[in-house]
């Protein structure tokens, strides 16, 4: 039984404890547990039965306690994370025309009520950056692997220019320039160039003037392209991530001061989430390496730094008439 599936188990039972549920209710309620057990949400497409009868119990309005109490006592939060996992999932493979479904889903619930088209596009907009947004949160969770996050996050950066202070020669076709960490991939990284452990060297991240201030930057240290590539470069084992324009102060990340973390911290790649003061409110970033984990290369690889933007204002759903 899948973890979406024995989560959902509760809800034929809780149909009982909350006595006289509506049959159409019962029926639509018990289709969702059903079908989770056979959603996994490794394998996105077999969740596709599970998100059809969730789509039946968002319409079905038998249903319309919050949370959907008449299904079972409580948050229905295991639901949640079931479909904000799917949804990141979609976000960050860049299959837009699925990603939209799940979410108008949960906006049509959250908001409680029918809404117009334009409406509902722009909650749903709101919606897609709250996961966006929260994807270093997700992964925390377990909703999502770090890498995962990643990808969700890269889906909705804002344009972005790196340079960097010093960077590896090319290998043949292989370059090591500082735009690498902004195209979203792992088979690249920005290499630094300078002889010896590669500590002080820096990148710098400016995103476009338009777009709305840096909320945090998720950094993938290390050359993630394959095992052997990550171990075969230094890895920076500490970061100092400030405003461009302050390079000195700023947030320092070193796993190896944390008594939450538990060595190895460079076993694998793993993303760093770096967040900002409110005030900042900074377009242009550096991160510089202040320690590394040495290696057989000596050159010192960011793989990913991706810049996720200050959220926008919630959307708003007008009740539509006859409600």
């Known amino acids: 039984m899948t973890p979406v599936a024995a989560a959902l188990g509760v809800l034929l039972s809780a149909t009982r404890i909350h006595g006289a549920v509506p049959p159409t209710c019962q029926r639509t309620c018990a289709a969702v547990a059903q079908t989770a057990e056979g959603c996994d949400t490794d394998r996105p497409a077999s969740c596709d039965a599970f998100v059809a009868a969730y789509e039946r119990l968002v319409r079905d309005h038998s249903c319309v306690s919050p949370g959907f109490a008449e299904c079972q006592g409580g948050p229905w939060e295991f639901t949640t994370r079931a479909l904000t996992r799917l949804q990141a999932l979609a976000i960050g493979e860049g299959r837009a025309a699925q990603a ?86 792992l088979e690249t990284a920005w290499c630094e160039g300078k002889a010896g452990s590669g500590v002080d060297e820096w990148i710098e991240v400016s995103i476009d003037p338009a777009a709305p201030p840096l909320h945090h930057i998720t950094v993938l240290p290390g050359y993630a392209k394959t095992t052997e590539a990550f171990r075969r470069n230094d890895r920076p084992i500490a970061l100092r991530v400030a405003p461009c324009d302050a390079p000195d102060a700023g947030v320092v990340w070193d796993p190896r001061s944390s008594p939450d973390q538990e060595p190895p911290w460079d076993a694998r790649p793993s993303p760093v989430r770096l967040s900002f003061e409110p005030r900042t409110r900074a377009r242009c970033v550096r991160v510089t390496i202040l320690a590394v984990v040495p290696s057989a290369e000596a050159d010192a690889c960011i793989t990913e730094i991706v810049p996720v933007v200050s959220s926008g204002k919630p959307g708003s759903c007008p009740v539509a008439a006859g409600r």
Do not use: F, Q
Not at 101 to 114: D, E, I, N, S
Not at 148 to 171: D, G, V
């Open 100 to 185: 939209p479904r799940v979410l108008r889903l949960r906006a049509m619930r959250a908001l409680g009520h029918p809404c117009t088209a334009a409406a509902l596009d722009e909650e749903l907009m709101r919606s897609w950056g709250d996961v966006v947004s929260h994807a270093a949160m997700l992964a925390a969770e377990g909703v999502l692997t770090g890498l995962e996050a990643l990808k969700a996050e890269r889906a909705r950066a804002p344009r972005a220019e790196a340079r960097a202070s010093s960077t590896l020669a090319a290998y043949g076709s292989i370059t090591y320039e500082a735009k690498n960490v902004l195209d979203g991939s």
